[in-house]
């Protein structure tokens, strides 16, 4: 390609609300261009990239047996309904209507419409197993759409779906994509950690995310420095800590706290440490058809980990609740205890079976020392987020929080969908059964910004070698140096004719300019033809060191090739 006819309008100011490096650099280096909140166009260099992404995972999943399909971006809400989908996805499933008042959903994912299309086909388990994708546009209307690529509402997705006769091949099925994103990683040159994560709305057992190393990561990861374990922080799990007890010099039962709520007040009140208090923590959860207030309790010097409290009452998010709302519901906050309570409640479980803790006596001024958790027939779940510091429930030693950027998320789903679909086969007794299902989602747009969030310098893109559009530029000084642009021109098309990916920057700009160009767009190398060519050198310059190394003009070819 030469320079002079490519369409990359590369620009020297990002807009406003770019506020990462990769959003910064896609937009400045006319990769992509926004369309609307959360959606983007791709231009030539930026739809370069994404098939080479998307081809690397094509390869990747061809190698393992995986068969590519591609399924209709819009699907019918009844499929969503028989999943029970419908109602529980909440505002993020955009649902609309035709002219015949048929309703549709756009597609955010597409468990349903994989199992529709399977479930009269494969009536045996001899057909099994399974393991189906595609590489197709996906729809979420996302709260909040942000930093370019990473969160949008329209994105490309691999997303895929496995199909077994029992949970032993989905298990094998679910190594193999685990090994198998792996690879996909390795080979685009990101740096990544498999993480244990929360199962989300669509349910199921199993589940691991790819989680990219990127210190702009919106996902908290919690790594052990002494050995492999890995889990997303809405995920992950603590060895119990040796909390040292105390007890208030007042004696058990209830004591005057007036006018105390917080947890620092009454523990320095009592002079107890907080860890020997209980906290109550108040949520209105949101379901899709009611909301109710919810108490959780955790220690006192705990914090509530959003995600596992949505998962323990099965919510579909929180919303706020006033002071006021919670009088009206006669709850005194900053007083309330898990003893005798109407509301629906839960209890950390690392607090099961424990005693001798200051709590709320669901009273007003009033708490209450000496609570005993033994023998309560509460509802214990884990419920806190793990901390820097805490120690690794598999190894003992130090967990340590990084940042991280999802790039895929792996589920053993089990028979969730097929059950709910009716979606059987006969087994090798000739009885119906649900298929056992896995499904596997890959973000390929979200990709293209990883690449340059892990890869980037204050000048612009570093591209891996699998992901670069160009491998190479070549840099025409002065195109008006007509040995200058014959030498390029001669150059370019012998790498193009040895399959070297190449582009010429032939355009009549000054060199400074095509040269914050290259640095902006990121290709590995460039060849400089300039004044030395009079003398018999060009010049390479690694984009990641800017180094430049002179070299004989004669032997550029064979080095270019070399490297
Ligand atoms: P997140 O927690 O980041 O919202 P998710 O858990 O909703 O992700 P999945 O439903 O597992 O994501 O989707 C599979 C993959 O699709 C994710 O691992 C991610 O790479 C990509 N993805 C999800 N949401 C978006 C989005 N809004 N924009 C771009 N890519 C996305
Ligand atoms: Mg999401």
New binding site residues.
């Given amino acids: 390609m030469r320079f002079s006819k490519l369409f990359a309008p590369t620009t020297k100011d990002a807009p406003k609300d770019a506020l990462l490096p990769s959003h910064i650099f896609l937009i400045r280096g006319g990769f992509i261009s926004q369309v609307g909140s959360?959606i983007y166009n791709f231009l030539p260099l930026g739809k370069i990239v994404l098939d080479k992404i998307k081809n690397v995972v094509k390869q990747e999943l061809d190698c393992i047996d995986a068969q590519e399909t591609q399924l209709g971006f819009i699907t019918p809400s009844e499929l969503w309904k028989e999943s029970g989908r419908y109602d529980k996805f909440g505002k993020e499933l955009l649902r609309f209507k035709d002219r015949k008042s048929n309703e549709f959903v756009l597609g955010p994912?597409h468990e349903e419409a994989m199992v529709d299309l399977v479930r009269s086909r494969v009536k045996s388990y001899k057909q099994l197993p399974l393991n189906l994708y595609q590489i197709n546009i996906?729809f979420?209307d996302?709260a909040r759409?942000r930093y370019g690529?990473?969160?949008?509402?329209e994105?490309l997705?691999k997303?895929g779906y496995s199909f077994h006769e029992d949970e032993e091949d989905l298990k094998r099925e679910f190594s193999k994509m685990q090994l198998c994103y792996e690879n996909i990683l390795k080979r685009l040159g990101l740096e990544y950690r498999v993480v244990d994560a929360d199962s989300?709305a669509?349910g199921g057992s199993g589940s691991k995310?790819?989680m990219v190393l990127a210190d702009n990561g919106?996902?908290d990861i919690v790594v052990c420095e002494g050995c492999d374990y890995a889990a997303n922080i809405e995920a992950a799990k603590r060895k119990k800590p040796d909390f040292e007890k105390s007890q208030p010099k007042q004696g058990s039962g209830k004591i005057h706290t007036p006018d105390l709520k917080t947890i620092e007040e009454i523990s320095s009140f009592l002079e107890i440490k907080p860890s020997s208090m209980v906290k109550a923590v108040v949520k209105k959860a949101i379901y899709s058809d009611n909301e109710e207030i919810v108490l959780f309790f955790i220690r006192g010097c705990d914090v509530l980990q959003e995600t596992k409290a949505l998962s323990a009452c099965g919510a579909i998010e929180f919303a706020d609740i006033s002071e006021n709302e919670l009088d009206n519901l006669g709850i005194d906050a900053g007083f309330i205890g898990p003893n005798s309570q109407k509301l629906k409640m839960f209890v950390d479980l690392e607090l099961s079976n424990e005693k001798d803790f200051v709590c709320g006596a669901n009273e007003k001024d009033y708490h209450i020392s000496g609570f005993s958790f033994v023998d309560k027939n509460f509802e214990y779940v884990d419920l806190i987020m793990v901390q820097e510091g805490d120690l690794c429930s598999c190894c003992g030693r130090e967990l340590k929080i990084t940042k991280g950027i999802?790039?895929?998320?792996i589920f053993m789903l089990g028979d969730t969908y097929s059950k709910a679909l009716n979606a059987t086969f006969l087994d090798r007794n000739g009885k119906a059964k649900p298929y056992i299902m896995g499904t596997y989602?890959?973000?390929i747009?979200?990709?293209v910004a990883v690449m340059i969030e892990q890869h980037h310098d204050e000048k612009g893109c570093l591209w891996s070698k699998e992901s670069t559009p160009f491998a190479l530029s070549i840099i025409v000084s002065n195109v008006k140096d007509k040995e200058q642009l014959s030498f390029a021109q001669t150059l370019y098309e012998k790498l193009q004719n040895a399959g070297v990916e190449v582009l010429l920057d032939d355009r009549a700009e000054r060199f400074g300019f095509k040269m914050s160009d290259f640095e902006l767009l990121g290709f590995p190398k460039a060849v400089i033809v300039g004044k030395g060519l009079a003398t018999g050198e060009v010049q390479i310059v690694d984009r990641k060191t800017l180094e430049k190394t002179s070299i004989e003009k004669d032997k550029i070819f064979d080095k270019l090739m070399e490297i």
Wanted: negative net charge; glycine residues 20%.
């Fill in positions: 959360g994912t996906k979420r996302e759409p690529l990473l969160r949008g509402r994105f997705m997303d989300g669509i995310e790819i919106e996902d999802e790039v895929g998320h989602g890959m973000g747009s979200r990709l």
